[in-house]
């Protein structure tokens, strides 16, 4: 099974600021099937990103997300009000599905 | 617009069974195209893939921690896909989504594309 560890477990920033999330898989992951997800209390997850890098429909410019071997990153260039929220990768690539436990982006 | 809504949330005994459903909206068209999974999320933890179905064949894949105990099926004729988790104990209760996978361009993987509101099961006695 593949591991997704995501860190760090609590970012604190401020609006404007850039945020930097990192998840790094145990193994690699086949045709780069990794997703970023993000979460509001009491919602249901909303993609952002899949296939390492590529925007879901819909989502704004400042979301991207990068990749180098096991490791992938998702980036908010400059974070907005609404952008708090805690944020989950998911690789899709090897069965089983997995999820990394996530990282909370709060107000500091 | 494609959307997917679940069933209302459930109180369950421990040993019970539960069925939960997911009803797609907005692309029923091609609704046997898509796989539907099944996630969980426990209480203040994260997220948990349980497994998915192929809306069309009907081809099931579990996670090994499920596998027995969970079952997936569907109805074409409904647009829906049903949960069932047999056996319930206090670790069932969790919140449960359903999660459309999303096609791109020449059938590529595009991740849980669209996610179902969610359903709570609690399991108490």
């Known amino acids: 099974e593949v591991v997704l560890t995501q860190s760090p477990g609590t970012l604190s920033l401020s609006p404007g600021e850039r945020a930097t999330l990192s998840c790094r898989a145990s193994q690699n992951i086949i045709n780069s099937q990794l997703a970023w997800y993000q979460q509001k209390s009491g919602q249901a997850p909303r993609l952002l990103i899949h296939t390492g890098s590529r925007r879901a429909t819909g989502i704004p410019g400042r979301f991207s997300g990068s990749e180098s071997g096991t490791d992938f990153t998702l980036t908010i260039s400059s974070l907005e009000p609404e952008d708090f929220a805690v944020y989950y990768c998911?690789?899709?690539?090897?069965?089983?599905?997995?999820f990394g436990g996530g990282t909370k982006v709060e107000i500091k | 617009q494609a959307y997917l809504v679940q069933s209302g949330a459930e109180v369950k005994k421990p040993g019970a069974s539960v069925k939960v459903s997911c009803k797609a909206f907005g692309y029923t068209f091609n609704f046997n195209t898509y796989t539907m999974h099944w996630v969980r999320q426990a209480p203040g933890q994260g997220l948990e893939w349980m497994g998915w179905i192929s809306a069309g064949k009907g081809y099931t894949k579990y996670a090994q921690k499920f596998q027995g105990r969970v079952t997936i099926t569907r109805d074409t004729s409904a647009n829906t896909v049903y949960m069932e988790v047999s056996s319930l104990r206090s670790e069932d209760t969790a919140t449960y989504f359903c999660a459309r996978n999303g096609l791109g361009a020449g059938g590529r993987d595009d991740g849980f594309d669209i996610w179902g509101q969610g359903t709570m099961v609690t399991v108490a006695s």
């Open positions: 998911h690789q899709y690539g090897n069965s089983p599905l997995t």
